[in-house]
């Protein structure tokens, strides 16, 4: 069964409408999928490394926000602790959204002051995690709108709404725990040079694939792309990066790898070449339950 993911086009004309569009996007998604809005809806963004700017801005999210209090919804920005950089700590992160203009409702760190208020979240199906950590307050969320920006990413290759729920629902420690190349205590014998071998025959992307399970695990979260501002790296890369390719558009889903896969292949014919490696998280993400690599394209 195809999965149907809403798409609205960017382009040079209608750049300066990005939030109407997203909001449109939004709008039409809750309308077509029958999406029933809980009375606190957390908003998980990325607040941008202190350097980086082309993260995706807070006034794209103003007609979102409106609409909501509108409704009588409660909603919040919700970010996690990052492993390194300013954002390592809750106030620091705090310091920064509010740098970078995130300041039209409260801003909320899910895994507490230092990173390690987690859920431990069970999984199945998976071969590298049998548990991930999950921030408390985004685990404890039966319903989160995800926006993610659609972009490359050192590790991943690109990162999206998969990147988002994997890295971007961990805690500091379950971050770690995703990038670890180092062995546990459970393994003091293995041996070292093996280790490392088999480690980088592993894909980042299956671990961050199974983390992005974790966090959607039973869950009604609604997930929205920009694809916009597309730049080589992530934004917690704190340099100003210039974009490599061009806009593609807002898209909007309920699940995660239809959305990112629509993403990166609207983009891919855009271009006409492949735009970032790790498309094996797509089929990967399939086969443990996270989506469907299936989708109709619909737009808006």
């Given at each position: ?13 209608n750049?300066n409408d990005?939030?109407?569009i997203?909001?449109t ?5 809750i ?5 029933i ?24 999210y103003?007609?979102i ?16 602790t990052t492993?390194t950089g300013?954002?390592?700590?809750a ?13 039209q409702?409260?801003f ?6 230092e990173?390690?208020?987690e859920?431990m979240?069970?999984?199945?199906k ?6 991930a950590k999950?921030?408390?307050q985004?685990?404890?969320?039966n319903q989160v709108l995800?926006i993610?920006?659609?972009k490359g990413h050192?590790?991943?290759g690109f ?5 988002n729920l994997?890295?971007g629902?961990?805690?500091r420690?379950g971050?770690?725990q ?12 293995i041996?070292?040079?093996d ?5 980088h ?8 694939a199974?983390y ?14 920009f694809?916009?501002d597309?730049?080589e790296n ?6 100003a ?5 061009p806009?593609?558009g807002i898209?909007?889903s309920?699940?995660?790898v ?9 983009l ?7 735009p ?5 998280i797509?089929?990967?993400?399939e086969?443990i339950?996270l989506?469907?690599i299936?989708?109709n394209?619909?737009e808006?």
């Open positions: 069964m195809k999965t149907d993911v809403y798409f609205y086009p960017i382009n040079e004309k750049r990005l939030p109407k997203a909001f996007v939004f709008q039409t998604l309308d077509k999928e029958k999406i809005l809980e009375k606190e809806l957390p908003i998980k963004i990325h607040a941008g490394e202190p350097g980086n700017i082309s993260y995706i801005k807070p006034i794209n103003e007609l926000i409106n609409f909501l209090k509108e409704k009588g919804i409660s909603p919040y920005f919700i970010e996690t492993v300013q954002r390592n700590t106030a620091g992160h705090k310091k920064v959204a509010q740098e970078h203009g995130f300041t409702i409260p909320l760190i899910a895994d507490g002051e990173g390690e208020d859920v979240i069970e999984t199945k998976t071969k590298h995690f049998k548990q999950i921030a408390r985004l685990a404890n969320k995800v993610s920006h659609f050192i590790d991943t990162g999206g709404a998969i990147k994997g890295i629902f961990a805690s420690l971050k770690i995703q990038h670890s190349r180092f062995y546990t205590p459970s393994q003091k014998t041996n070292w040079a280790w490392q071998s088999q480690y025959k592993i894909p980042f992307e299956e671990r961050v199974e992005a399970l974790a966090a959607a695990k039973g869950k009604n979260h609604l997930y929205i792309n694809v916009i597309i730049v992530c934004d917690c890369d704190g340099t990066m210039q974009p490599i390719y806009d593609i898209f909007a309920l699940d995660p239809a959305l990112d896969k629509a993403s990166f292949d609207s891919k014919n855009k271009i006409g070449k492949t970032f490696f790790g498309e094996e797509f089929y990967y993400g086969k339950g989506g469907e299936n989708y394209l619909i808006v």
